[in-house]
């Protein structure tokens, strides 16, 4: 299996759940990224690891919890989530975190994400 | 305060002809610019990049063209193919800023027409 796989595809919690979003890449990339995509808004950065390390915590709450055990699996970790957090929510892969000039982010297809 | 800006959020074009997507951006420090490519219930896929130093650079079909002093950019597909159909997203970031960096536009959803 090549590239970047996302499970599940879609996901339907109730706000006492508690659920967890995966993430794995088979391209050898070291840096791995979470990104939330909302109806009519811009792909929000939430989250980077480079080299399994968190480089980045772009102000998100914390009842979204994200761990990455290696360079190939990612896990975004949710509970007590609200209505508002229902989203596409993407993972992306990249040679590092570099440069974005030399290392294109490479996205899964996402986790549709719906909190009722 | 949105630092780039896709300001059509659909396009229609008829199959053949030219596809225009416009991006504007507002912080001057950005010096790099990609475009990526999403079908429905896909991720999004990398389509074609620019850096500052250039004012064009063509793939195929796809060419994106960089005005600087207008701070301005745009995607030319020609011709355009039914399977261009997709929602196209314009990203920016600073030289040498890594993907962290990246900043997305909202977003043009093109529809080719047969």
């Known amino acids: 299996e090549t590239g970047v796989t996302q499970t599940p595809r879609h996901l339907v919690m109730g706000m006492t759940n508690k659920k967890s979003l995966k993430c794995e890449q088979h391209l050898g990339h070291n840096a791995m990224y979470w990104y939330k995509q909302s109806a009519k808004k811009p792909l929000e950065l939430m989250f980077v690891y480079n080299f399994k390390e968190q480089t980045e915590n772009n102000s998100v709450p914390s009842r979204f919890s994200p761990e990455c055990p290696n360079s190939s699996h990612l896990f975004l970790h949710l509970h007590t989530l609200q209505p508002e957090d229902s989203a596409l929510y993407l993972c992306?892969?990249?040679?590092?975190?570099?440069?974005?000039?030399?290392?294109?982010?490479?996205f899964g297809n996402g986790t549709r994400l719906t909190v009722t | 305060d949105q630092q780039v800006k896709q300001n059509s959020p659909s396009l229609s074009v008829q199959e053949g002809r030219i596809s225009i997507l416009n991006c504007d951006y507002t912080?001057?420090?950005?010096?790099?610019f990609l475009w990526y490519k999403k079908y429905p219930a896909e991720g999004p896929t990398f389509l074609i990049s620019?850096?500052?130093i250039k004012d064009k650079n063509e793939d195929g079909r796809f060419t994106v063209f960089l005005n600087k002093s207008a701070k301005h950019l745009s995607l030319h597909i020609v011709p355009s193919q039914p399977g261009d159909s997709a929602v196209y997203f314009c990203?920016?970031?600073?030289w040498g800023g890594g993907a962290d960096g990246l900043t997305f536009g909202k977003g043009t959803h093109l529809i080719i027409q047969p």
């Open positions: 912080n001057s420090m950005f010096d790099y």
């Open positions: 992306a892969s990249s040679q590092d975190q570099r440069s974005s000039y030399n290392s294109p982010l490479h």
């Open positions: 990203a920016a970031s600073g």
């Open positions: 620019i850096s500052s």
